[in-house]
């Protein structure tokens, strides 16, 4: 089956504390992975994705296939960066599975 | 270019009634997919079309059925509708590239209350 796993609901942490916001998926094969971001009164868009590995907005996402997993960390969280944040993998019919996304709060 | 726009925004039905959900998509763009997005589930897989051809379907009753136009214009419908139907319904569209890149554009959705 393929599936994308986030075990946390609620993230929060301080303005400056490091941030990892979970993500696991279940898929046979090479697996493309994405995370996507909603921040208050805004559409759902995409952050970043595991091809290219890229940093955006001093988040990052590395691809572990052994533990199969797709982790969004960032070293020190801003207030800016509360919202909720889906993980997402590419199936093998090319639609995007979407996990049930964590919400992040920064407190000051 | 403009958005992803979706329409009616918010809309309040009884059980049993049927609604309809517009999708417009960014000029260009010829797949549009839908999920319906609710607190507990995250968003769900609804459909997606490309060229007016169902090209993906999720695991959903057939009370829920959209369709394409030429112009990838998109609707969906529900019929017989249920409590549990109540949630935001948001649709994405995607180009060519997208499509590759995995980048979806999605609309704001359009809330619908089911009393």
């Known amino acids: 089956a393929q599936r994308v796993t986030q075990p946390e609901k609620l993230l929060s942490v301080f303005k400056g504390a490091p941030v990892e916001l979970k993500c696991n998926y279940s898929y046979s094969g090479s697996p493309e992975l994405f995370w996507y971001v909603q921040y208050s009164r805004q559409r759902l868009q995409l952050l970043l994705r595991?091809?290219s590995r890229e940093s955006i907005k001093g988040f990052t996402a590395d691809l572990n296939k052994g533990e199969t997993s797709f982790h969004l960390k960032k070293p020190f969280a801003q207030e800016e960066d509360s919202a909720m944040y889906y993980c997402?993998?590419?199936?093998?019919?090319?639609?995007?599975?979407f996990g049930t996304g964590t919400r992040l709060q920064v407190f000051p | 270019k403009a958005g992803v726009t979706q329409t009616p925004r918010y809309l309040i039905k009884t059980r049993g009634q049927q609604v309809t959900l517009s999708c417009s998509p960014i000029?260009?763009?010829?797949?549009v997919s839908w999920y319906q997005q609710t607190p507990g589930q995250g968003l769900q897989f609804l459909f997606e079309y490309f060229s007016e051809t169902q090209r993906n379907k999720g695991n959903f009753p057939g009370r829920f059925s959209g369709r394409q136009f030429s112009n990838s214009r998109s609707e969906m419908n529900v019929s017989t509708l249920e409590l549990g139907d109540s949630a935001l319904y948001l649709c994405?569209?995607?180009?060519?590239?997208?499509?590759?890149?995995?980048?979806?554009?999605f609309g704001e959705g359009s809330r619908l209350t089911v009393l």
């Open positions: 595991h091809i």
């Open positions: 997402a993998l590419k199936s093998n019919t090319d639609k995007l599975i």
């Open positions: 994405a569209s995607t180009g060519i590239t997208g499509a590759r890149s995995g980048e979806l554009f």
């Open positions: 000029s260009g763009h010829r797949s």
